[in-house]
């Protein structure tokens, strides 16, 4: 079956530490995207991808980083600039109608 | 730039009874718009879209919506909810030919037995 997958569903961090949230497509789609989700606030833009070897900041980029090496890889590091990572973090890909299909999440907690 | 307004942030509704989850957007272009559904710790999924030709849209699990073109609304409908719809649900829109998507903050639907 196509579809994303998000690793690891859980994931834990302790203050200082970058950590890397991992996003897989098999549904051969050129664009992906990275959201974070925290409650009441809906869905906020960190990165997106159109084509491999490139990638746009979002609306909230600050803290974050990204790779786009292969079509169906778009990692996503936290790193310890971002100040209140904890939230839920949603991967995406596009087909050509804008369309957006997500993968199951990852919940990041800082301890 | 575009942007999107749920104007309700929790609706409860008995069950079996109709339900209407409000969303207003702004764009200067032409748009797509969008319904998605999440239930707790998961991703979202598309309930539906509008991409252009009829303005009334049918989507999976009972939902309908209609686009507005004067009032700037893609309003979602269901005629009898049921328990399983108790979930929460975003609209989205992107201006056609380009890739970016604007979430609405969510409607938390509250089915009510």
């Known amino acids: 079956d196509g579809g994303i997958t998000q690793s690891p569903k859980y994931l834990f961090r302790k203050e200082g530490q970058n950590v890397t949230l991992s996003c897989e497509q098999n549904l051969n789609h050129d664009a992906m995207y990275w959201y974070r989700q925290d409650p009441g606030q809906g869905l906020r833009l960190i990165y997106y991808?159109?084509?491999?070897?490139?990638?746009q900041k979002g609306d909230i980029a600050e803290g974050y980083s990204v790779s786009r090496e292969k079509k169906e890889s778009f990692p996503l590091t936290v790193t310890s600039a971002q100040k209140n990572p904890t939230a839920f973090y949603l991967c995406a890909s596009t087909a050509g109608s804008n369309e957006q299909f997500f993968g199951p999440g990852t919940r990041l907690t800082v301890l | 730039a575009q942007s999107v307004t749920q104007l309700d942030s929790q609706v409860p509704v008995f069950e079996e009874a109709p339900v209407e989850l409000r969303c207003n957007y702004s764009s200067s272009v032409s748009v797509y718009l969008f319904w998605y559904v999440q239930y707790p710790n998961q991703g979202l999924q598309l309930l539906l879209k509008?991409?252009?030709?009829?303005?009334l849209v049918k989507g999976i699990n009972g939902f309908e919506a209609e686009f507005n073109k004067s009032q700037t609304s893609f309003h979602l409908r269901k005629p009898s909810v049921h328990i399983s719809d108790t979930a929460e649900y975003f609209c989205a829109v992107s201006d056609a030919g380009y890739q970016k998507v604007t979430f609405g903050i969510g409607t938390k639907l509250q089915v009510i037995p």
């Open positions: 509008y991409l252009s030709g009829s303005t």
């Open positions: 991808s159109q084509i491999v070897n490139d990638f």
